[in-house]
Nanobody, 126 residues
Framework: VQVVESGGGLVQPGGSLKLSCVASGFSFSTYAMGWFRQAPGKEREFVASISWRSGNTYYADSVKGRFTISRDNAKNTVSLQMNSLKPEDTAVYYC????????????????????WGQGTQVTVSQ
């Protein structure tokens, strides 16, 4: 299983970024995917997830209404569109797969695989 995140960068408050994650090594369409983030000195936290059938999406309260998760099963890709970014969104962002197939719902980091990609840094600052 391999995931490669990209799209991070430095953006001013109120700006937008789109993160992408390309996955390989497993049957992508049969697994829920999630985005997570980890700020310095803090634990990794759930941001958003999308079920194996992409009609179901879930968000942390802190990003609801600002972030949108989507997936393209034909390209083994999951994306995170981030709008109205705030300084508190600054973190390394990771994507990962659910441990189990055919799942719905929020995905805490404990429900993701133990191995993580390198992540992509998002910095929101003037």
């Amino acid at each position: 299983v391999q995931v490669v995140e990209s799209g991070g960068g430095l953006v001013q408050p109120g700006g937008s970024l789109k993160l992408s994650c390309v996955a390989s090594g497993f049957s992508f369409s049969t697994y829920a995917m999630g985005w997570f983030r980890q700020a310095p000195g803090k634990e990794r936290e759930f941001v958003a997830s999308i079920s194996w059938r992409s009609g179901n999406t879930y968000y942390a309260d802190s990003v609801k209404g600002r972030f949108t998760i989507s997936r393209d099963n034909a390209k083994n890709t999951v994306s995170l569109q981030m709008n109205s970014l705030k300084p508190e969104d600054t973190a390394v962002y990771y994507c990962n797969r659910h441990r189990d197939m055919y799942t719905y719902g929020l995905m805490s980091p404990r429900l993701a695989l133990d191995s993580w990609g390198q992540g992509t840094q998002v910095t929101v600052s003037q």
